[in-house]
């Protein structure tokens, strides 16, 4: 079964970009979330997405969103790009046989998109 | 609000040795707790959980976790040490509040096991 996979896997931005993210979660996953890792701050939950709908998302600015299509693949955007915007953003699906989701259902991660912005 | 600490930033142990990895959580409810690894330049890798049932959970690589409600602890332990198990480990508590597949993850425990 392949895994989650990210792309690109690195990217270099300048500050005032936009950048796009893709994911493509496990077959079968309808649940895909976002986070951001940073050595300052670790890893924060961005938002998560469930058969095409944000159902939750975290305390980020609205320069980040996200979507997800019917096929289950998500991507994120952010806008008008800051320095402080660097950092590893990891895609991560969760999901059962049958297309459910529960409380005990563990997330896979992909390899992440480094993302730099000068 | 669901919350993980893990107290050592770094720890080391010799190949061989058993080695352990602490965590603590602070959940209303019950938890459901995971432990997570990650190798430079990847993603993270699912190692366990605990959801309900035995204390003792065993997962992947041959890595356990011994989950405590008295004293609210996730340990991950390894009976034996591999140079291989050098990595960042993370452990998570996934968030019941949002009712949704949100994990809050600890600041990670740099695991260091020398030859």
């Known amino acids: 079964k392949a895994g989650v996979t990210q792309t690109p896997r690195y990217l270099i931005k300048t500050r005032g970009q936009q950048v796009t993210l893709s994911c493509s979660p496990i077959s079968g996953h309808r649940s895909v979330s976002w986070y951001q890792q940073t050595p300052g701050q670790g890893l924060q939950f961005l938002f998560e997405y469930f058969s095409e709908t944000q159902r939750n998302k975290g305390n980020f600015p609205g320069r980040f969103s996200g979507r997800q299509f019917s096929n289950s693949r998500s991507e994120m955007n952010v806008s008008t790009l800051e320095l402080g915007d660097s950092a590893l953003y990891l895609c991560a699906s969760s999901g059962s046989r049958g297309g459910g989701i529960g409380f005990n259902n563990e997330q896979f991660f992909g390899p992440g998109t480094r993302l730099t912005v000068l | 609000a669901q919350s993980v600490a893990q107290p050592e930033d770094q720890v080391n142990v010799a190949e061989g040795n058993p080695l352990t990895v602490k965590c603590t959580y602070s959940v209303s409810g019950n938890p459901y707790l995971f432990w997570y690894v990650q190798y430079p330049n990847r993603g993270l890798q699912f190692l366990l959980k605990y959801i309900t049932g035995d204390n003792l959970v065993k997962g992947s690589y041959g890595f356990e976790a011994e989950f405590n409600k008295s004293q609210t602890s996730f340990h991950l332990k390894k009976p034996s040490a591999l140079v291989s198990d050098s990595a960042l480990y993370f452990c998570?508590?996934?968030?019941?509040?949002?009712?949704?597949?949100?994990?809050?993850f600890g600041t990670g425990t740099r695991l260091l096991v020398s030859p």
């Open positions: 998570a508590v996934r968030d019941l509040n949002t009712g949704f597949q949100k994990l809050v």
